[in-house]
């Protein structure tokens, strides 16, 4: 089948996480042979994706993971595990 | 896929004993187990409080509570999700707190039936490489995308392309079916491609060919 554009744009997510049907997969790729516009959308998205999840985009505060540390180190001098539910 | 499947494995078997310790009274074993968690607990408090110092009070909150309750855990599911569903009750709860202070109703977003999320057109997309994010201008500009997300699409979005949760454990850790995680995540990566690729190409985009001959990546 000839995919549109706007059926390849409401595929693209699912394009990416490898989640679509093969049919479909292939309609979508054949478009995308031709089609600038689909494939700079799928580029762009795919880029977007690897710089937001790397690590250096979002930046734990400074000093969180000694907090976090601190505040369990508390919480394990003061407290035993329960055992049972509520008690 | 088999390898990543093995070490997924290798690494719950141990996690299972950890817990089995701690629970036996090698309490500070209990620092190791969370460890490899702590940047998921303030992205996941993060993305519903959208803020610093409340997000790591949630994350603090939240390992206390996982700690307290660990007995219950009965690795039915795994460890990760079991303690991002505990940070995401306490971030709402949080956020919860809040809005009743300031008299505001929670702002749900309702999910449009239909709704076209039409990306940016755009052609000749030039990969920006992840070197740029040296450059603070650029992280701050794709942080702050991500804040502008409405509430129910950066939650989702940061469970999925943040901490590479699949579908599942996504929908279990937000109470929502897998089908609406499937549709946030779509259209969260299309807003953001409309909001950052036309602003991207015409700042981040590297200008000289030559820089392209030497990725080691291709």
Same mark, same amino acid.
């Given at each position: ?40 959308? %799928? ?16 930046? %734990? ?6 907090? %976090?540390?601190?505040? %369990? ?15 | ?19 089995? &310790? ?12 969370? &460890? ?40 039915? +599911?795994? =460890? +990760? $999700? ?11 709860? /949080?956020? *919860? ?20 999320? $039409?990306?940016?057109?755009? $052609?000749?997309? *030039?990969?920006?490489? +992840? ?12 942080? /702050? ?11 989702? =979005? ?11 454990? $996504? ?17 969260? &990566?299309?807003?953001?491609?409309? +909001? ?17 001959? /030497? *990725?080691?990546?291709?």
């Amino acid at each position: 089948m000839e995919l549109n554009c706007k059926h390849v744009w409401a595929h693209i997510s699912e394009y990416i996480d490898r989640s679509v049907p093969a049919e479909v997969r292939e309609d979508i790729e054949r478009h995308l042979e031709h089609c600038e516009i689909c494939s700079a959308v %799928l580029d762009s998205t795919r880029n977007i994706l690897v710089l937001t999840a790397d690590n250096r985009t979002f930046e %734990l505060p400074v000093g969180y993971s000694e907090r %976090l540390h601190e505040r %369990l180190e508390k919480e394990l001098g003061s407290a035993e595990v329960s055992q049972d539910d509520e008690s | 896929m088999t390898a990543a499947g093995t070490t997924g494995a290798a690494k719950e078997r141990n996690e299972a004993e950890l817990i089995a &310790r701690v629970l036996g009274g090698e309490k500070d074993l209990f620092h190791d187990l969370i &460890r490899p968690y702590e940047r998921m607990l303030y992205l996941t408090a993060f993305s519903i409080v959208k803020n610093e110092t409340d997000a790591e009070e949630c994350a603090q909150d939240a390992v206390v509570n996982a700690y307290r309750n660990l007995a219950k855990f009965r690795g039915d +599911s795994k =460890f +990760s $999700t079991w303690l991002v569903t505990i940070v995401v009750n306490e971030a709402r709860q /949080k956020l *919860r707190k809040a809005k009743r202070a300031k008299e505001e109703s929670l702002d749900e977003t309702i999910d449009s039936e239909e709704g076209e999320y $039409t990306p940016a057109q755009l $052609t000749d997309w *030039r990969e920006i490489p +992840s070197e740029a994010l040296e450059r603070k201008e650029l992280r701050a500009t794709l942080q /702050k995308a991500v804040a502008d997300l409405p509430g129910i699409y950066r939650q989702v =979005f940061t469970l999925r392309d943040l901490q590479e949760m699949n579908v599942a454990e $996504t929908a279990a850790a937000l109470g929502v079916n897998e089908n609406i995680v499937k549709v946030r995540l779509h259209r969260a &990566r299309m807003m953001l491609q409309k +909001s950052l690729a036309p602003y991207l190409k015409k700042t981040a985009a590297p200008e000289r060919r030559g820089f392209w001959r /030497k *990725r080691p990546w291709s």
